[in-house]
């Protein structure tokens, strides 16, 4: 039996056509994935299902009934739960809070039954493995227990059916694993999955049938067992995918970046513990952790957005501690930051506006007088949309209003275009498609080729492996250990990663100090 039947939806916004007559059917207790490139529908096909959107035409069943779905309400109603990818949790409130917000058990008094509610969380918990204290504050626990959250605000409404958004894309990998023994006790329970991703790799190994969307429209549905990688991959981007990266060697020169003893403390919590190592021309240097190791701090303090408390900074021979991110950026040093939507663009200003900005107030944007020049920024903007093949490809569009993916190229598009000697690069690759990750690791590679020092920073070991020159891993704000790319073990990157000190590198990263010292 078909748990979701969706037929011939069709939704267009103004002149973007999202959906265009899809069909996807849904087998009852199944884990089903839904792939396709950035901008390619699934996200809006799965919101029209959730009641964020009206279709302008087609159907929904679901079981058998046909089902008039008007808003999230009717579809949580109907026993449909979605996990959104950025989460829509509130810090300070407990884990039962969050939960049951909206659906406050109170008597006819008006007396809200906590402890109640409290031990209906606490039973689902421990009956779908979720191991979450109902009590504990949601700011005190990791991304992948707050996911749990989500997933348990979901059951306590009775869902049936989950609808998840790129549920792996902030995760660990140990937490993959867990997170993947949750989805198939679910499934076991009676419960239908539909999970949107981009992971061809976890496609293969959870789901049991896949949909393929490009462009609006779906281009095949199959099951998983008949699937690989090379076949998902070609129907989502209509042509060849290339999964292994032509690195060309490269001799690194001089010693463009160099920092000694980062010490920095929030709060009354050590957050880089005398960092210190060295970056060179030509060279990519991976920086592995699980998040909230330290790696934040060590970006915010390298493009001007951290002060320091003890260290130094010396790029290219100078002193740059404690600059502000303009002055940083006037060095040639180009930042792509781990959360676009906090940090990378501005969502209401076009894309020619964000592809200028942080140098908008220099010739040729900005004439003498003090205004913009818009035929220059139009023109600039339009080589740019065209380069790096973002989608839609108009200038003035909201940036906001992209898929993620697309967001990421006019982030890239920016930064990489300022002909940078170095660039500092978080989470490059994070929930966007593999048509995306190809060119965006091509053109981290054309860089490289060019001379520029680049400093990944990525929670993907993969991404970190196939990139890297040198690995640095980083664990509770300290470096425990440099790898080069031709010793790079998963298994002992992931052991690092969990502070497992003693498999660390032997080989210490061989610093001098003083400015513009090369090794």
Same mark, same amino acid.
């Given at each position: ?15 973007? *056509? ?112 979720? /191991? ?48 993947? /023994? ?102 990519? *240097? ?54 676009? $939507? ?25 004439? $003498? ?38 967001? /990421? ?33 091509? /053109?981290?590679?054309? *860089? ?14 993969? #991404? ?13 704000? #300290? ?11 998963? #298994? ?18 061989? *610093? ?8």
């Amino acid at each position: 039996m078909l748990a979701v039947r969706l037929k011939q939806i069709t939704k267009r916004f103004a002149q973007t *056509l999202a959906n265009d007559a899809v069909d996807i059917n849904v087998r009852q207790e199944t884990i089903h994935a839904i792939i396709g490139e950035n901008g390619a529908g699934k996200s809006t096909i799965m919101e029209i299902l959730y009641g964020f959107y009206q279709a302008d035409a087609g159907e929904i069943e679901l079981f058998g009934e046909k089902k008039k779905i008007i808003n999230p309400q009717d579809a949580i109603r109907n026993g449909i739960g979605m996990v959104h990818q950025h989460f829509m949790l509130i810090p300070p409130m407990t884990v039962t809070e969050n939960i049951i917000l909206g659906l406050e058990p109170v008597s006819r008094s008006g007396v809200l039954h906590l402890a109640q509610a409290e031990e209906k969380i606490r039973k689902l918990s421990d009956e779908y493995g979720l /191991q979450i204290d109902p009590r504990i504050e949601v700011e005190n626990l990791s991304v992948g227990l707050q996911q749990r959250v989500e997933i348990l605000k979901a059951l306590y409404r009775d869902a049936r059916i989950l609808i998840l958004d790129e549920p792996t894309a902030v995760l660990t990998p140990p937490e993959v694993g867990e997170f993947f /023994q949750i989805l198939r006790r679910l499934k076991a329970q009676g419960k239908t999955i539909i999970i949107i991703t981009h992971k061809l790799e976890e496609v293969l190994e959870i789901s049991d049938d896949v949909t393929v969307m490009r462009n609006g429209r779906k281009v095949g549905e199959l099951p998983t067992s008949e699937a690989t990688a090379n076949i998902l991959a070609n129907m989502m981007v209509g042509r060849e995918v290339l999964f292994e990266l032509d690195k060309q060697p490269v001799v690194p020169g001089e010693t463009v970046l160099r920092v000694e003893n980062l010490c920095v403390t929030v709060g009354n919590k050590p957050r880089l513990k005398n960092v210190s190592f060295d970056l060179k021309e030509g060279e990519i *240097l991976g920086i592995a952790g699980v998040e909230g190791n330290g790696q934040t701090e060590l970006v915010e303090v390298l493009t001007g957005l951290r002060r320091l408390d003890t260290g130094t900074v010396w790029y290219q021979g100078e002193d740059i501690s404690n600059l502000s991110a303009r002055k940083i950026r006037e060095h040639q040093i180009a930042h792509i930051p781990a959360d676009r $939507k906090a940090h990378g663009f501005l969502s209401s200003y076009s894309n020619a506006e964000n592809q200028i900005l942080g140098f908008h107030y220099r010739a040729p944007f900005c004439r $003498k007088n003090g205004f913009l020049n818009f035929a220059s920024i139009r023109s600039y903007a339009e080589e740019l949309v065209k380069k790096f093949d973002i989608r839609p490809p108009l200038t003035d569009i909201a940036t906001g209003t992209l898929s993620g993916g697309n967001q /990421q190229k006019v982030i890239v598009s920016r930064e990489f275009s300022q002909h940078p000697r170095l660039l500092i690069i978080a989470q490059p690759t994070r929930g966007i498609d593999i048509g995306a990750i190809e060119f965006i690791h091509q /053109q981290i590679l054309d *860089l490289r080729s060019e001379k520029v020092a680049v400093l990944l920073v990525s929670a993907e070991l993969e #991404e970190i492996r196939s990139l890297s020159d040198r690995t640095l891993v980083m664990f509770e704000g #300290e470096v425990v250990g440099e790898i080069t790319a031709e010793a790079f073990d998963m #298994e002992t990157v992931g052991m690092l990663m969990t502070g497992h000190i003693e498999t660390r590198s032997t080989r210490e990263p061989d *610093l001098k100090s003083g400015p513009g010292a090369d090794s």
